[in-house]
Each structure stands twice: as structure tokens, then as C-alpha cells.
């Protein structure tokens, strides 16, 4: 089965940028995988889907500033113009016909 | 709008059992996949389990395998967790989401205390 690797923290300024990055395991570069958000203290919120050529598909709602591309084995959200509401963990998944993997997420800090 | 509503969570022995229900509404539940994912105190995400839209294949984690089953009933728009033997590494917050390749919605929770 697949394996998301994910940095554990990232950190940038207020109305900087700041880029994700979630590396898929060897032989599951084709995969697509999903960003998710979680806020301190709320449930997870699907932020987009990600796929190999780099298009992106949000969810509903999800502001502009949000944005995912992809290379290679690795998978990117870009979040632009950070906001305070943007410090939470990010976490992205993937799946196959019988299982889903999560990442162990990356908490961003804003400054 | 998609709604997910779970429940049933609560204070179990280890040894115990607990069922937990989320109550879909906002889409056409017969049409999609669910799935339970649950978050221990601190921690991450972890995949508990799916079934398919119909209810006729069902998956889950080997950490869970042969004590959870889970279930849907599509004529009340709900999803169900049957837990059993469950363990104090069980204690976590379950999430359910609605499954359309990726989750693309999710419930608030229900927390899961294991304690004796």
C-alpha cells in the first residue's frame, strides 16, 4: 500500500506564502491524494484533490489563496497571502480499492 | 448542504463495545462510499474503515480487523461503527466521511473514551 511522507512543521509570515509538500512512496507516483485542513480544535475539511499532471480540483468554499500542483512523486499546496485562520495542521491522504493512508501531518505556524 | 452527524460515542471498559451512528443528509446517501477515521488525543488521522455504496464490500485496518464491523442502512441515510474489544489504543475521536474517490466531507466527531 501507499506511504505519505510529510514534513511535521512549516512556518511563514502573514501575508507571505507557504508550500506543502507530500511525498508519495515509491511506485504510487501516479496517485492521486487529497489535502485536508484541520483548525485547532474542529474536525478535518477537504481542501482539494491533486493529481499527477498537477491539476487540482477544490472543495466547496475553499478561498483562492489555495492552490495544489504536483511533481514527480510529490504533491503541493500552496497557500498564498497566509491569513492567521490558515495556522492548522494539514494533513493529505491517499487510497487504493481496499485502504486509505493518511500523512502525519504538517502543522504551519503563522508569524 | 452535505451534513454529517455522528454519535454514539462515550465512556466504554476496555473489553467493552460501542456503536457508533452518523446521520447523512444534503446528498444521495445510496450513491457514495463512507468511511470512519478517528484521531487519538494528539495525534493524527488514521483510517478505521469503508464500506461501498451499497453496502456489499467492506474494508478495514488491520488494527481494528475482527473486532469493528461496520454497516449502513440507505433507506435512513445512516452510516454505523460497530465496535468490540475495544482497547484503550481504540480512545480516539471518530470521524465520518463521505467518499467520492478522496473524503470530501466529514462529520464533527464523536470522542471514544476507553478507561476503566
Known amino acids: 500500500q501507499p506511504v505519505l511522507t510529510q514534513s511535521s512543521s512549516a512556518s ?3 501575508g507571505s506564502s507557504v508550500k506543502l509538500t507530500c511525498i508519495l512512496s515509491s511506485g504510487h507516483n501516479t ?17 482539494m484533490k491533486v493529481e499527477d499532471s ?3 480540483n477544490k472543495g466547496s468554499g475553499v478561498p483562492d489563496r489555495f492552490s495544489g500542483s504536483s511533481s514527480g512523486a510529490d504533491r503541493y499546496l500552496t497557500i498564498s497571502n497566509l491569513q492567521s485562520e490558515d495556522e492548522a495542521d494539514y494533513y493529505c491522504e491517499t487510497w487504493d ?6 500523512g502525519t501531518g504538517t502543522k504551519v505556524t503563522v508569524l | 448542504e452535505v451534513q454529517l452527524v455522528e454519535s454514539g460515542g462515550g465512556l466504554v471498559q476496555p473489553g467493552g463495545s460501542l456503536r457508533l ?24 488521522l ?5 464500506i461501498s455504496s451499497n453496502g ?21 441515510n445512516t452510516l454505523y461503527l460497530q465496535m468490540g474489544s475495544l482497547r484503550t489504543d481504540d480512545m480516539a475521536v471518530y470521524y465520518c466521511g463521505r467518499l467520492n474517490g478522496e473524503t470530501d466531507y466529514w462529520g464533527q ?7 476503566s
Open chain 1, 12 to 14: 511563514a509570515s502573514l
Open chain 1, 31 to 47: 496517485y492521486i491524494i487529497a489535502w485536508h485542513q484541520q483548525q485547532p480544535g474542529k474536525a478535518p475539511r477537504f481542501l
Open chain 1, 54 to 56: 498537477g491539476s487540482y
Open chain 1, 97 to 102: 480499492s481496499n485502504t486509505r493512508v493518511f
Open chain 2, 21 to 44: 451512528s452518523c446521520a447523512a443528509s444534503g446528498f444521495t446517501f445510496s450513491n457514495y462510499a463512507m468511511d470512519w477515521v478517528r484521531q487519538a488525543p494528539g495525534k493524527g
Open chain 2, 46 to 50: 488514521e483510517y478505521v474503515s469503508s
Open chain 2, 56 to 76: 456489499g464490500s467492506t474494508y478495514f485496518s488491520n488494527s481494528v480487523k475482527g473486532r469493528f464491523t461496520i454497516s449502513r442502512d440507505n433507506s435512513k
Open chain 2, 109 to 115: 466527531g464523536t470522542l471514544v473514551t476507553v478507561s
